[in-house]
Nanobody
């Protein structure tokens, strides 16, 4: 079993920055790829970034150049640095991990709210 806890969200003016954290506990060795997703009110949950076990990264077109995903293995934590925030970035941000041994099994955190004002 893997548990994920997001933190770091808040209310920020457009153009500001936030660093979100996703702390993992439990069966850390079971984690494969870690991704960040977001869900705005009335919208579908949207994938925004991922980092693999080999440390390769990928980003959605809407966040390229502004979002950076990284990992600190000593702290069992994945980060999402968000720069140049826009009002359309307002959403609940979730981290997700897939199980490297059990195909199709994924883990989700509870989410952290990011609100960007004009």
């Amino acid at each position: 079993q893997v548990q994920l806890v997001e933190s770091g969200g808040g209310l920020v003016q457009a153009g500001g920055s936030l660093r979100l954290s996703c702390a993992a506990s439990g069966s850390i060795a079971r984690i494969n790829t870690v991704g960040w997703y977001r869900q705005a009110p009335g919208k579908q949950r949207e994938w925004v970034a991922q980092i693999t076990r080999s440390d390769s990264t990928n980003y959605a077109d809407s966040v390229k150049g502004r979002f950076t995903i990284s990992r600190d293995n000593a702290k069992n934590t994945v980060y999402l640095q968000i720069d140049s925030l826009k009002p359309e970035d307002t959403a609940v941000y979730y981290c997700n991990a897939d199980d490297r041994l059990l195909y199709g099994r994924t883990y989700w955190g509870q989410g952290t709210q990011v609100t960007v004002s004009s």
